[in-house]
């Protein structure tokens, strides 16, 4: 049997993620099965099944593309206060990312990886936007007054509230507006408290 090298097996896994990623965006996470992602794939299901132990295990690596991958990018290309408003609009445009949101939420209660996944990316977004946050204060674009890391989990909490209300069919032109109300209270460099975790709870 011939020996699979290490480069071509990152890249079918690649090709893997990227396709079940597609069909959870098309048909639904629930909906889609094993088989489709290899015939999507164009591989027999024991060759998937070589890479990926199950469904919620390319779930959990899929995760990483379509969640944490943009933030990540967002935050780390774009060198102003306008991310702020660049992930914003991500989330508006990328359905699928709203239907990966949706059911991790609510397979967390049942899997203890998948809630561990949550909270390494929670964490990540955290780590990352306190930074951002400290940066836009060092170049004087955010109030020195205001506290990076209360900042970071009130605009994290805020992407979490949008996304819910998306889904939930909520019209885009109010989320809009609350949102550009939120923002304002960090652009005019008013107390953020960490115990405001939505956007509810300034309007």
Do not use: W
Not at 22 to 29: I, M, N, R, V
Not at 120 to 141: A, D, H, M, N, P
Not at 171 to 177: F, R, T, V, Y
Request: no cysteine.
């Amino acid at each position: 049997m011939p020996k699979v090298v290490p480069e071509y097996k990152e890249l079918a896994k690649k090709k893997i993620i990227k396709a079940s990623y597609t069909l959870f965006e098309s048909k639904g996470y629930h909906s889609t099965s094993m088989d489709d992602i290899a015939a999507e794939v164009g591989v027999s299901k024991a060759s998937l099944y070589s890479y990926f132990k199950s469904k919620e295990d390319i779930l959990l690596v899929t995760v990483d593309l379509a969640i944490t991958e943009p933030f990540i990018k967002t935050f780390n290309e774009n060198k102003s206060v306008d991310a702020f408003k660049d992930y914003y609009h991500t989330l508006t445009v990328f359905e699928g990312l709203l239907h990966l949101n949706y059911v991790l939420t609510s397979l967390a209660n049942d899997s203890d990886d998948i809630k561990f996944k949550l909270i390494e990316t929670y964490e990540t977004k955290l780590k990352l936007l306190t930074r951002f946050v400290s940066k836009q204060q060092s170049l004087g674009e955010l109030g020195s007054d205001l506290d990076p890391g209360a900042v970071a989990q009130f605009l994290i909490a805020v992407y979490g509230d949008i996304s819910l209300q998306l889904i939930m069919g909520v019209d885009e032109k109010k989320i809009s507006n609350e949102f550009e109300g939120a923002l304002k209270l960090i652009l005019e460099n008013k107390k953020i408290d960490k115990d405001q975790s939505t956007l509810s709870s300034f309007f």
